[in-house]
């Protein structure tokens, strides 16, 4: 057992499967030398050399066409994409190739492929280095998009996404690359599509994601000291999506409550609230309500970013008010 | 700027004969798929290949059954230069189930893993950094497999050809990018939008590159050219450029009839047809014409064959419809 931060996870996780797997290799820009501008990548170019962790100019077409093109081709590649924000240069390799080319060609390729990328707020970077992406890459049909919330789920998850046989977008929350938990020692692997349940109440079902997770946990436990007694769902992968464990828990309480750091239109819990509607619509007893960040780009300024993402605050009393109401 | 000239060089007769027949097949399948195009048995868009067959017949020729192709949506003619057989190609472009992807993928998709085809791609410029991926691949397994990517003179100006051939160059892989240069994107000229006289060539030197222009409409150059070029990516000193000059006789796509090119122009290029000319040649070198003459009819008939076997295919359902978005060969994203 180690105390191991989210991004020292993400190395290890990494550094777990390429050791197990001559064909994983990784390339992106800064991720050797350097060890990522995250520092996520530490000590992956001294354990496995320059020839399987691989720095890249600043061309992100290339940088994921070289990836799919070796996908295709034999090899377990992941891919880095600094920002999540820079997927809008690079967005063709993303939507029309990699997720589609399995499908066009009737099934005669596959693309055992990881993207990984520095998703969403928190850090003051302003509008091009904050957004929460997920839902850009949810909507594209080929596409396994898979978001941890802990430093644990980021080691088992980034194994189960390099073993998957399709290509993982795989999004980790900025805000929480700091965050630290213990950590069991040898190999972690985790399965796609599987939400986790993290806490059991009776009252309210609140649904999160990424660096929604914490905080709702932490709005939970101030709502429990009201009396309001919460299960909290970390959904951790959008692609598969376990609706099965979603549905249970929201039929279990009679209400949901989504998390989202999305921009609001179009976000991941739009998804969700639909298919509750549809499915289990008579076991709520009251609305369906989103909790996201408002549909705007991101300010940089740190109160006002913090006014935009959801927070533990703004989670409490939205629920507060809507099971009161 | 160096421009590489190349007489045409002996190879031998049987290869010539091969890539006759190669080029020969090539325009008699395109003039098909016009017409099954005309007939609406080929419903949604096609890009033909008549008059830059040399190009596919000599890049063909010159690759291993183990090297991959790269194609544009204009790949009807690089898939079938790779081997890849007449039926399966027109019942793609037809929408049947005996279709090279049982339709799912149409003209502009055209691939064939086992024949290293490996796709076509109707983005303009993306596939020139995945067939970097291939070529990395071949590199890391230390295999010696050439990737080669086609494209058209209109790609050179997108940002994918130049994040390519930068990171090709610095990462030395065994990729040919292979410019067709037809003078047309679709109705622009592409002079009139190009910084450069030469799209491709032109912009070699600018990652490192040797300035490569050749006669695409000759087979032999087009062969002896880009032999040496994949020569040198099999030998590690990576990649190559090759820009060739030539011409699409028809339109664009479908019923494009083209009518934006100057009748000059036209005729000047139709002189230097790439199939007649490589007839009169095989000819001159002393094959004979009944040969020549057994050769066609053959592919004639081959042709035939192929449309009313493709014709007979099925039509897809709802099987297909929800299959192998996964490589679980399913569709399902929930549980
Ligand atoms: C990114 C992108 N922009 C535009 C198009 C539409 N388009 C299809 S073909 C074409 C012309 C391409 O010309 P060129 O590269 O010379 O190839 P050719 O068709 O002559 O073989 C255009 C503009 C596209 N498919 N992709």
Partial sequence: ??????????????????RRDESVVFLGEDVGAAGGVFKGTVGLLEEFGGIRVRDTPISEQAILGAAMGAAMTGLRPIAEIMFSDFFAVCWDIVANEIAKSRYMTNGQMSFPLVIRSGNGGGLRFGAQHSQSVENWAMMIPGLKVVVPSNAVDVIGLMAASIRDNDPVVFLEAKSLYSSKMDVPDGDIVDTLGSAKVLRQGSDATLVALGAMVPRALDAAEELATNGINCTVVDVRSLVPLDTATILREVSATGRLFTVEENPRLCGWGAEVTSIVADEVFYDLDGPIVRITTPHIPLPAADALEDLAIPSVERIVTTIHKSMNS | MASTKVAPAQSDVAQKIAMYKSQFALRQFETRAYDLFLENYVKGTSHLSIGQEAIAAGVAAAMRPTDWTFATYRGHAHTLARGVPMTPVFAELMGRTNGLMAGKGGSMHLTSVEHGVMGSYAIIGAHLPIACGAAWSAQYRGTDQVAVAFFGDGSVNIGAFHEALNFAAVWKLPVIFFCENNLWMEYTRTSDVTAVVNPAADRASAYGLESIIIDGNDADEVYEVTSRAIARARAGDGPSMIEAKTYRH?????????????????????????????????????????????IEAQVNAEVDDATEAAKAGGVPGEDLLMKDVWADGGAAWRN
């Avoid at chain 1, 105390?3 to 777990?16: K, N, P, Y």
């Avoid at chain 2, 339109?251 to 490589?278: F, L, N, Q, T, V």
């Fill in chain 1, 1 to 18: 057992m180690a105390q191991l931060t989210f991004r020292e996870s993400i190395a290890r996780g990494i550094a777990q499967e390429m």
């Fill in chain 2, 250 to 294: 028809g339109g664009h796509s479908r019923a494009d009839p083209g009518k934006y090119r100057p009748a000059e122009e036209i005729a000047e290029w139709m002189a230097k047809d790439p199939i007649p000319r490589y007839r009169l040649r095989l000819l001159e070198s002393g094959v004979s014409e009944s040969e020549l003459l057994e």
